[in-house]
Structures are given as C-alpha cells and as structure tokens.
C-alpha cells in the first residue's frame, strides 16, 4: 500500500507538499498539484483516514441509533440519512437498539469509542440511556422525531398534532359521525401528539369521542392487528378508524379482511408516515405524509451545523405533514 512517501518521493516534492495538495491548506502552483495528483492516482494512494482523523480531531462519521432499521418508517428515514452523508463525504454508523436499553447502552459506548463526530438518536427509548451521554456531555447530538423533549439536543419533530387533525378531518368532511382511533403506545411523544389531533378535530366538530373506540396499540403490524380485532368484537363498532402509524393500519387491515369486513365501503381507514408500502395495499392506504428523506437530510444538516456551533441555542424544527388521499375511504354507507 502506497505512503504519503511514495507519493512525495514519484512527485519529487516533499511529503509537507503532497499534504498541501490533498488538505488544501496552502497555495501550491498548478504545475506542482498536478504532478502529485498524478503520482496520487499512478500509486492508488489513498490517505490514511485514522490519520488524518487524528490530526484534525473529526472522523467525518456519525453515528446513528434506531429502534430498528427493518420498520419500513425508520428504514426510508435511514435512506435519507445515508445519502446526505454520502453527498457531503461523511460515513455513517448505525445502530439498532430494539427498544432494548443495554442494546441501547452498549451501542451509544461502541459509537462514542469509536470517536464519531455526532450522533442523530431515532430511538423511543433513548432517555433510558442518558446517563451514558452524562459522561460525555461534549458530543453533539440531535433527535430526529422520536424520543424525550427534554434532552439537551437539537430537535426534528413531526407536527403530530396537525397530522391528526388532518386525518380526523378528512373522515369527518367524508360524512363519518363515528370515528375510533388505534393509538401507538401512549407516553411516547408521537402516539400522544396524534392521539391529541385527533381529540381535537373531534372536539371542534362537536363529536364525542367514545373510550371504548380509543385503543393502544405499538407502532407495530401486531398491535393494529389486535386493536382493530377489539374493536370489531364491540356490540356497537365505529364506521372510521384513525390508525396512529401505517404499520399498524396494515395489521388492522388483516384484521378486517379476516372478519369479512370490506374498506372503505364497510369501514374506513386513514394511516400515517405514508410509507412506500401504503400504495400497493389493497386498497391504497389514506395516509399523513411525513417527509422521511426530507427528515433524514434534515437531521444530517442540522447535527453537522451543531458540530460546527457547539455554543448555539438549541434548535426545535417542526416538520409539516401533509394529507395523501388514495382509496380506503369513502363515505359512510
């Protein structure tokens, strides 16, 4: 493998040269950069990145932990992480944490250890390991969407309420009078926020919202299952569900198919996140987009602004969901 050395010693310069030409970090002629930059790509050197890491005190890597990566919500936001770094030459190191806090622990150390510049948390559970970031309370940090409000960390929130009023209100203009709501799991900011968008397009409407309609569920294919079958063993079911993630909403979907239940024309149903999925349900799942690449760009930008502005006063952006209209609502019969 080629040195700094050789690449000095085919240029005919010396190695302080070839560092100037690779950092930029003093004017060289022309003539001369080109000579090391052919004698660069004639040796296939390439400079040694736990090198220059040390000398500049940056690894140009990030490190990011989410709950999992196999959610198609936290995998498109991912997507968006991952290219931005690649667009601005930085290299990105995931964790999955599994809602498991020594996952969570062991894996917020391997990334701090291994020195990276910044960390982006997507995690719901991260206030569990707070502790382990007490320790290193230089390293900066930004939430992305999931996760406790008050961390000293810049935060990328989704607009929850407004993404549950939008959907509440799209069954509500529809026609639908009675309207339940499957949860994700209550106590976490994104369940609650939506939860409460929902209440209130209800409240403004002058509908009641009834409590055996109000179901928990996880974020997940199990829990929409489980809810939307609860509901359908009612005496009296409701004729429009609002589903608190699109994960959720294809469980509840199973469930229905499973009692002969036809949507929309028996029930509708709006989700949310807008994952790719949703448009090859059948049908076609109503649901509130949330911009995940645009999230995951966002979180990049923002986190590399914090490294470059240790000082800075924290940063709370709120991203706008918007309402995608496809066909598992209608009316009600």
């Not at 930029?24 to 950069?33: A, D, G, L, Q, Y």
């Not at 400079?47 to 959610?71: D, H, I």
Request: hydrophobic share 45%.
């Amino acid at each position: 493998m080629a040195t700094i050395k050789d690449v000095a010693r085919r240029a005919q310069v010396s190695t302080s040269t070839v560092s100037h030409v690779l950092n930029k970090t003093r004017f060289v002629s022309p003539e001369i950069t080109t000579r090391v930059e052919l004698a660069i790509d004639e040796l296939h050197y390439a400079p040694s990145a736990l090198a220059r890491s040390l000398k500049s005190n940056e690894t140009r890597t990030l490190g990011m932990l989410v709950t999992s990566s196999a959610n198609p919500f936290f995998a498109e936001v991912v997507q968006g992480v991952e290219q931005r770094c690649f667009e601005l030459g930085y290299s990105l190191a995931l964790c999955n944490t599994r809602d498991d806090k020594r996952r969570l622990n062991a894996s917020m150390e391997m990334l701090l250890q291994k020195r990276v510049d910044g960390i982006i948390l997507m995690c719901t559970q991260v206030h569990l390991g707070a502790q382990v970031f007490d320790r290193y309370p230089s390293v900066p940090l930004v939430q992305a969407d999931w996760g406790p409000m008050d961390m000293e960390a810049d935060l990328i929130q989704d607009g929850g309420q407004l993404g549950g009023r939008l959907a509440t209100d799209h069954l509500i203009g529809l026609g639908h009078r009675h309207i339940g709501c499957i949860t994700g799991p209550l106590g976490k900011r994104a369940a609650d926020e939506r939860l409460a968008g929902f209440r209130t397009a209800m409240a403004n409407a002058g509908l009641p919202v009834r409590p055996e309609w109000v179901l928990e569920g996880d974020f997940e294919l199990a829990g929409g299952n489980s809810a939307m079958a609860a509901l359908l063993a009612l005496p009296e079911r409701p004729t429009a569900v609002f589903v608190g993630n699109d994960m959720m909403a294809v469980g509840a979907l199973r469930a229905l198919a499973d009692a002969d239940i036809s949507v929309p024309e028996q029930m509708s149903l709006v989700g949310y996140d807008n994952i790719e999925l949703t448009h090859y349900l059948v049908p076609a799942l109503t649901s509130i987009e949330q911009p995940k690449a645009g999230l995951g760009a966002l979180a990049v930008d923002t986190l590399l602004a914090r490294i470059k502005a240790p000082d800075s006063p924290r940063r709370v952006l709120t991203l706008t969901p918007e309402l995608v209209v496809r066909h598992s609502c209608q009316p009600p019969a």
